[in-house]
């Protein structure tokens, strides 16, 4: 008989404490190590990490979690499913790092958010010629690896639904879902495999069951799992589910053993889907930072007795959206420092609420302070500030509105004198060492604020003077001062607190360090004015503000809990629309608010998503409709699928909206015109994520594309996201070519 666990988590951060697979993946990249030092060092991480784990009282720990950029990637790879190009390739990680990031010949696959999280996945690409296959052989590794050191070891996999629904059909308009029945051989070898490995539990991932399923796909889903279910020596499988509510999807997960529940972001399951399983329950939040309410998990804990066969403990979702430990975190302010839990704190919590959910009464300690801090943070004075509340409260209709978008383009363009098919970036340019030594010899007193002013001077000029160079029309400053473009406003903004190596990846090998917003948000002073007003001063081109929007601020940082988010972003708006007043008072005519994360918070289900894209609206439109008609106000959008909040990009009526558009082929530009989008555009025409760089050649066919469904006179031309992340040759190549071709483009584009 298989044996129930007590406590565990869904799945583990893989970057390292201290970024070291980062740093190995891109030593790699450089040529500076080879696959085999690559390997032995992502070995050496995983084992620090196994052991941890066990020794901190997890009785059941996943392993596969880990991967080398992304998990669905990870997925396709073992389900033979990368495209045939790849093949070209010699060696199978470089194929690997050929689809996550493209080559000089090949472009990469899409990428876009996971779920309503910040992660970014890699897109599968899906055609009728697909044939599928197994290849399980990092997934046994791993598991070995666990069994040699004695850890209680549970592997991980994407389970066969989410996997298609996440992959992206090329070639056919057949829902990829109604493929599933192919990959249920394969994972049927694969279980039997675990088995023979020594594998008592599998874990198999399925989010997707927490959205909207209809009929037919909810059919799949249990004709699927039966099949899993009926095959012989095979472990016990367990179902996780997470990021919301299971609902109807739950009863078709009949014939397994297990199934794990989000009862953070989601609800307790209908019990009679729950009778005679083994529950794992998410009770501790696997997304946000805050820690635990022990009453509100223990009560939880024990609704479920009496229904569930056996009940475990665990987070809400993989531990891969929150930073490693607190222990590194020397400097925050010691009261909001205990109102928090990283991995390791909630490994703990996970381990303390299972011991006193299974014994009769008896509760470690840490429970107690726990309850003690939750005290302390609900009486602190800086979570609610009057002065912020009154000015929320006289908001009238007239502060989220402009003039019409027709008659603002008319002033706009009598003001501004752009030519047809403008050009310009994103906004960052490149963070180079010598721009991050900078910024650690300021931290370090190295050098004094005034050295430090100058040499962001001299990063501004030389950014002006390339982007003049190249002819460029609407310029921006480089935004060389910033290490994030969140956490450099959140550093800014009272009620906010920033983290010293608060790090979880983004994608690949890309990581941010997400503020925390814990109380009411004010603005004391400017917070870009003196860097972009500079760079205004040293040209007569216009240079474009560069802001952060609110629901961006709110989803790439770790958010209060305590109030509706819709009214954490307006207080964030409010602070936004003040920077933009004062950067149009200093004679900036263009101002960029970007959004990023709009499509990233909507929620899953569609009966919650009008609600949402309400006041995320009403949030951009407040802090947007401080400046005059005349200043033009940009936004951009990058790496989510669009369909979905299509309206409510239109309802942002920002004048003019930059949107990721290279990778998915100029498809975003058919979803505006449905709903009658008539403001300007600017779909991306190349992959700032990928090293190569775009010929003339490909970017003229991007803009004639994108002229078919815009009209010149709302079209511009830039890339698909902010350059920060590229190296200097890429992005002067890069560019070069992008004025070459909407050159090329306007000379019978009018």
Not at 253 to 271: F, H, K, N, Q, R
Not at 634 to 645: I, K, M, N, R
Request: some cysteine.
């Amino acid at each position: 008989m298989t044996t129930p666990f007590t406590a565990t988590v869904l799945g583990l951060p893989r970057i390292g404490p201290k970024r070291e697979l980062k740093k190995a993946v891109e030593s790699y990249w450089a040529g500076r190590i080879d696959a085999d030092d690559l390997a032995e060092q992502a070995r050496a991480l995983r084992e620090r990490q196994l052991r941890e784990l066990a020794d901190a009282g997890l009785d059941s720990i996943p392993v596969g979690t880990f991967s080398y950029y992304d998990q669905i990637l990870d997925t396709a790879v073992m389900l033979g499913a990368l495209p045939e190009r790849y093949a070209t390739v010699d060696e199978p990680i470089d194929q690997y790092f050929a689809a996550a990031r493209g080559t000089e010949e090949l472009a990469p696959l899409e990428m876009t958010k996971w779920f309503d999280t910040n992660y970014h996945y890699i897109v599968p690409e899906i055609a009728p010629a697909t044939t599928f296959s197994l290849h399980p052989e990092k997934l046994l590794a791993e598991l070995q690896e666990a069994k040699t050191l004695g850890v209680a070891a549970r592997p991980v996999v994407v389970g066969p639904v989410t996997f298609l629904k996440l992959a992206k059909a090329v070639g056919s308009d057949e829902p990829l879902i109604a493929r599933v029945a192919e990959l249920v051989p394969l994972y049927v070898d694969l279980l039997g495999q675990l088995a023979a490995a020594g594998a008592e539990w599998v874990q198999l991932d399925e989010p997707s069951l927490v959205t909207d399923l209809n009929p037919d796909e909810l059919g799949l889903v249990r004709s699927t799992y039966d099949a899993l279910s009926a095959a012989e020596n095979r472990p016990a499988i367990l179902v996780a589910t997470y990021f919301g509510r299971l609902g109807e999807a739950a009863s078709a997960l009949a014939s397994v053993e297990g199934i794990a529940v989000d009862l953070v972001a989601g609800s307790e399951p209908d019990a009679a889907a729950l009778k005679g399983k083994h529950v794992v329950a998410g009770v501790v939040d696997g997304r946000n930072v805050w820690r635990t309410d022990p009453d509100r998990a223990l009560a939880a804990l024990a609704s479920l007795e009496g229904v569930a066969a056996s009940v475990a403990v665990s987070t809400s979702c993989s531990l891969l959206h929150v930073p490693y430990s607190l222990d590194a975190e020397r400097d925050l302010d010691v009261s909001l420092r205990s109102w928090l839990a990283f991995g390791a704190e909630k490994v703990r919590e996970v381990c303390a609420l299972a011991s006193a959910h299974g014994s009769a009464g008896h509760e470690p300690a840490e429970l107690e302070l726990t309850r003690a801090a939750f005290g302390a943070r609900r009486n602190d004075p800086r979570l609610r500030r009057a002065e912020v509340h009154d000015r929320l409260a006289g908001l009238k209709d007239i502060d989220r509105q402009r003039l019409p978008a027709a008659r603002r383009r008319e002033l706009q363009a009598e003001h501004l004198g752009l030519p047809l098919l403008p050009t310009t970036t994103i906004g960052s340019f490149p963070q180079t060492a010598r721009i991050r030594t900078a910024r650690a010899d300021l931290r370090k007193g190295r050098i004094d604020q005034d050295a430090y002013v100058r040499q962001m001077h001299a990063e501004i000029d030389e950014v002006l003077h390339l982007q003049e160079r190249l002819g460029l029309d609407v310029l921006v400053h480089g935004e060389p001062e910033r290490n994030d473009m969140v956490q450099y406003f959140a550093e800014q903004l009272d009620g906010f607190a920033a983290t010293a190596n608060g790090w979880v990846q983004s994608y690949g090998s890309r990581c941010v360090r997400p503020p925390i917003l814990y109380g009411d948000v004010t603005r004391p002073r400017a917070m870009t004015l003196d860097w972009i007003g500079y760079a205004q001063s040293r040209t007569d081109k216009l240079v474009k503000g560069m802001l952060t929007g609110p629901v961006t601020i709110l989803a790439w940082s770790f958010v209060r809990d305590d109030q509706p988010l819709s009214d954490t972003a307006d207080q964030v708006a409010l602070a936004i629309r003040d920077e933009t007043v004062d950067l149009e008072r200093a004679g900036v005519r263009v101002v960029q608010v970007d959004e990023p994360a709009l499509r990233e918070l909507l929620p899953l289900r569609a009966a919650e998503q009008r609600a949402y894209l309400g006041w995320a609206v009403d949030a951009f439109r407040l802090a947007t409709s401080g400046v005059a008609d005349e200043t033009q106000v940009h936004t951009h959008l990058c790496y989510s699928e669009f369909g979905e909040v299509i309206e409510a990009i239109a309802g942002l009526d920002a004048d003019v909206t930059s949107i990721e558009a290279a990778r998915s082929h100029m498809e975003v530009l058919d979803d505006l015109n449905d709903v009658g989008f008539d403001l300007g555009v600017g779909p991306g025409v190349y992959d700032i994520h990928s090293p190569r760089v775009p010929s003339v050649e490909e970017m003229v066919a991007s803009l004639e594309a994108a002229l078919k469904a815009v009209p010149a006179e709302r079209l511009w031309v830039n890339p698909d996201c902010g350059l920060k992340t590229r190296g200097n040759s890429e992005v002067e190549a890069s560019l070069h070519n992008l004025v070459a071709a909407a050159k090329q483009v306007r000379t019978h584009a009018g």
